[in-house]
């Protein structure tokens, strides 16, 4: 018998890198592609700031500064979404969900430093690892792993020696039903005093849950990884890989639903999240003199900044389906996270590439998208008897065709003042007699062409190209279209604004969120948009 089960492979590398350059971006990127990493867990990344969400290609990257700094990069595919409400205040780990499979998963990226006179640090992360999974167990997701350097060491994962803080985490996994996970050489390597091969086994994985019995034993790749970081190959850090093997049917595609974290706009704090943006947004203004603004791409990083801010505190979150259409796919979510990719392409640089690039991509998901709801219609069709048909189909028409716009009132055919008028208000007699008069052109059998509105436009044209006609300079400095944006301006144009049936943008920036914003804030917005204007 032919077995209807396939597996899915998700490809994890875990590396201390020593400190993150514009040199070790590159060669990670080779990395990634070469190898094909889903899941990219990075420690020591030694970044005084927070990384660009999309410093990798194709992958979401969420990081801290705690700790010298950790962060997590996930393919696009797997609908990444940070989980900042179980990270702590000088801890080194970051949290992200992500869903393979339908399945919600959490993963992490942590760090430890190797202070040999306490395990407090130690003790801190596991303390946020545990509350972590708590949070999982709560909120119905199955697994959780944890990808780290916690600079403990112990024969039992195949070191040499141990260390207090590998009794710690030794003494963790046994009392939290957790699963350790290393590969069987060297994470760690280096040259003895000797000259002799050491390092030790120091990179390591904890799972909890459903994740245990899926994720693969890992590996060393000591391969062409030189480039990587600082001192390798003959001291450093060598890439930690594994694999998490997901079952999967080869049935047809059911419904992708995908658990999403969002803001939940109706029990927002819009009060407190217009003035701490308020605060930020004015200060700037107020320290900065108009001759020493920052570029728009700055002004426009505060601006986003300070709202994310805001959003985080006073905007609580929710966790939804991704997708709550019944006719959704694996193909739908691939195909909308290519739109997506090109949009914001497009939107970065607008060149006639890219917009045809998108414009085809557009196409591409229209047309997927048509199939897979006629392939729904037909499905549910399929499996229903004649009663339960009639009544969809109700339903149906009642959702997708009804609509005060297609309302036809009663027509008249024929004159009004001949025997032969006749009210038409059959809705399929309205439709053809609709179509023959208009289609057909009948409305313009009785119209006569008038020529004198001809020969007055032609008299006009031939006076305007007779006329010495030379182009006049409007682009003086009073010129309404060249004068700086005002602050009256930008409030008509936000008080304009839909907000209903409207979802946010690439930088999570809601259309409701303009209309919260305060005079102040709308202020800056004056200043980031002359600067635009003028730039």
């Known amino acids: 018998m032919v077995s209807n089960i396939n597996y899915k492979h998700v490809s994890i590398c875990q590396i201390n890198i020593n400190g993150l350059s514009s040199h070790s971006e590159v060669s990670l990127t080779h990395f990634i592609d070469k190898h094909d990493i889903n899941i990219l867990s990075l420690q020591e990344i030694n970044c005084s700031k927070e990384l660009d969400i999309g410093v990798f290609p194709g992958m979401s990257t969420f990081s801290v500064t705690s700790d010298r700094g950790v962060s997590i990069s996930i393919s696009n595919c797997y609908t990444p979404q940070r989980l900042p409400e179980l990270e702590e ?90 699963v350790l ?45 030189h480039e990587l970081f600082t001192g390798a190959p003959t001291r450093g850090h060598l890439p930690v890989m594994q694999h998490l093997v997901y079952p999967q049917q080869n049935a047809s595609p059911k419904n992708c639903d995908q658990v999403q974290k969002i803001f939940n706009y109706e029990c927002a704090d819009w009060s407190n999240w217009s003035s701490h943006i308020d605060g930020i947004l004015t200060s700037y203004i107020d320290e900065n003199p108009e001759d020493c603004q920052k570029s728009p791409a700055e002004l426009y990083d505060i601006l986003i900044n300070a709202v994310s801010d805001a959003s985080n505190l006073f905007i609580p979150s929710k966790y939804v389906c991704h997708h709550s259409k019944p006719y959704w796919s694996e193909e739908l979510s691939q195909l909308s996270t290519k739109l997506r990719e090109y949009q914001d392409l497009y939107k970065f640089k607008s060149t006639i590439p890219n ?70 208000s059959n809705n399929t007699d309205k439709e053809k007699m609709l179509f023959d008069t208009f289609l057909t052109g009948k409305h313009l059998e009785k119209e006569q062409f008038d020529e004198k509105h001809y020969s007055a436009i032609q008299n006009q044209l031939k006076d305007i190209i007779a006329e010495d006609f030379c182009a006049q300079d409007n682009h003086e400095n009073d010129d309404l279209i060249n004068s700086d944006i005002t602050l009256s301006e930008v409030i008509d144009a936000i008080k304009a604004q839909k907000t209903t049936g409207k979802s946010k943008d690439g930088d999570s920036f809601h259309p409701k969120m303009l209309k919260c914003l305060s005079t102040g804030s709308c202020k800056f917005l004056v200043l980031l948009f002359n600067h635009c204007f003028k730039s």
């Open 89 to 178: 205040d000088g801890v080194g780990i970051v949290f992200s969900l992500m869903n393979i499979c339908n399945q919600a998963l959490v993963v992490a990226s942590a760090y430890c430093t190797p202070d040999a006179a306490s395990t407090d640090g130690l003790s801190k992360l596991l303390g946020t690892i545990k509350r972590a999974w708590k949070f999982c167990q709560k909120t119905k997701i199955s697994g959780l792993i944890v990808f780290g350097d916690f600079n403990a060491r112990s024969q039992l994962w195949g070191d040499k020696t141990q260390n207090s803080r590998g009794k710690v985490l030794l003494e963790f996994s046994n009392k939290n039903n957790c």
């Open 355 to 424: 917009k045809l690039a998108w414009e085809k991509s557009k196409e591409e998901f229209k047309k997927a998208l048509t199939k897979e709801k006629n392939d729904w219609i037909h499905r549910k069709l399929e499996k229903l008897n004649t009663k339960e048909c009639v009544l969809f189909w109700k339903q149906y028409k009642r959702l997708f065709l009804s609509s005060d716009e297609n309302f036809i009132g009663n027509l008249l055919s024929g004159e009004i003042d001949s025997n032969q008028a006749e009210i038409i």
């Open 181 to 225: 996970s290393a590969p069987p050489t060297n994470t760690f390597v280096m040259k003895n005093s000797d000259g002799t091969a050491g390092g030790s086994v120091i990179d390591l994985s904890i799972a909890y849950g459903s994740s245990v019995k899926l994720l693969g034993d890992p590996w060393v790749d000591d391969s062409d990884v």
